[in-house]
């Protein structure tokens, strides 16, 4: 079946670049520490990847309805893969400045802005032709394959960095983007048709207010994730044990996503999608606040396992709601939309966290990060439901009506 294989091309090649990416992430700064001797560079190229995408809704809304193919995926994938390369080049040249990483990084982010909903989209739209709910199950894959790069991908890289390696990996990551390219190239067009105008991000939102209610818990829990990663590297720092606290959370995080996506597909078919969202948020906050009131590595683990399994849960309860509302061009769009809130969200929270954390403590910030988040996702679970008896008290009485009118 050729919607079964271009799937496969999708998620193989989605999976092989995002393993490449962990290696980068630990290769890269070592690279431009050594050649620069600035550490302020060393987050050059990442800070300049994220404008792009943050300002995606007003520069992409045209753009990303053009990625509607496997072949248009492989050349944003080219240009990806030259920025990548640009890196690399320069080191070995001995050229690489702080301006070069700049380029680098907003060539870089406008790519990640069209590939990243584009990939996705094209999975959900080969997904559609494979068989009904296919969608939602290859969408759940593909962030199954990315949690298994985030739990491998750096002692991959770590490993490889120890035997000197460090700039090859650079390389790998520019070679693995390129091929994930070429391996969407058999992926058939989704064209829009003609004379209709790309939507925007606000309008494909209009008439689903619960994919809006599944990006504001998402979006909180992006904001708070900084308690989780910076709070716990603070907390081993202090204690003298450097890496232990966040490596028992991150291990755990991992091992628990997996074990979400094997068990997703079959809890989205059982529980609504906006409880199931609003819910696994709040979930992930008590174990945020857990991690602070008991701040032990063995409890971290278990702990960021339960967080691992209930955030799959609910990203898994959101790709149902975008997926069974929206084909084509208005997916496409809320796709990129979801993109825009992970991105912000994660980005304003990491900005806050260094001084909120040197304020109030690791461990006080991990609790009210976490209280905070189940504190949102409740009220939004309370907000959708009142609207959706508004709604249908409404539907009543304009039934009602219309049955004295007759």
Not at 52 to 75: E, F, I, N, Y
Not at 122 to 131: E, H, I, K, V, Y
Not at 211 to 230: E, S
Not at 302 to 317: D, E, H, P, Q
């Amino acid at each position: 079946m050729r919607a079964r294989s271009e799937a496969l091309a999708l998620l193989a090649g989605g999976g092989a670049a995002d393993l490449a990416l962990r290696f980068t992430q630990v290769a890269l700064p070592l690279v431009v520490l050594h050649e620069t001797g600035s550490v302020a560079a060393t987050g050059l190229v990442g800070g300049a990847s994220g404008v792009p995408v943050l300002l995606s809704p007003w520069w992409a809304r045209k753009a990303r309805q053009w990625v509607d193919s496997g072949p248009r995926l492989a050349v944003v994938a080219a240009i990806q893969a030259v920025a990548l390369a640009s890196v690399p080049t320069a080191a070995m040249l001995g050229l690489l400045t702080p301006g070069l990483l700049v380029v680098s990084g907003l060539l870089l982010g406008c790519g990640e802005a069209l590939s990243n909903p584009g990939r996705s989209a094209l999975l959900a739209d080969t997904g559609d032709r494979w068989g009904e709910g296919k969608a939602v199950v290859l969408l759940t894959w593909q962030d199954g394959l990315r949690r298994i790069g985030m739990m491998v991908g750096p002692v991959i890289g770590a490993f490889a960095v120890s035997t000197g390696l460090t700039n090859g990996l650079l390389w790998v990551e520019a070679v693995g983007v390129l091929a994930a390219g070429l391996l969407a190239c058999t992926v058939k067009a989704e064209r829009a048709p003609e004379g209709i105008e790309a939507p925007s991000i606000r309008a494909s939102l209009k008439t689903r207010p619960d994919v809006l209610y599944g990006w504001i818990v998402r979006g909180t829990g992006c904001v708070t994730w900084f308690a989780f990663t910076l709070g716990l590297s603070v907390i081993g720092a202090q204690r003298g044990e450097p890496g232990v606290y966040l490596a028992a959370g991150m291990t755990g995080y991992g091992v628990g996503s997996v074990i979400g996506t094997t068990i997703s597909l079959a809890v989205v078919r059982r529980v609504p999608p906006v409880p199931l969202a609003t819910g696994a948020w709040a979930f992930m906050g008590l174990c945020w606040a857990g991690m602070g009131l008991w701040t032990h590595p063995p409890v971290i683990a278990v702990t960021g396992a339960l967080a691992g399994i209930s955030v799959v849960l609910g990203i898994a309860a959101i790709s149902v709601l975008i997926t069974r509302t929206s084909v084509g061009a208005e997916r496409r769009a809320l796709l990129s939309g979801q993109s825009v809130v992970v991105n912000a969200g994660s980005s304003a929270g990491l900005l806050a966290g260094g001084p909120i954390i040197a304020a109030a403590g690791a461990e006080h910030t991990l609790i009210g990060a976490g209280l905070l988040t189940t504190l949102v996702a409740l009220i939004i679970l309370v907000k959708a439901r009142r609207s959706r008896c508004d709604t249908a008290e409404h539907v009543r009485d304009r039934h009602h009506h219309s049955g004295r009118a007759a």
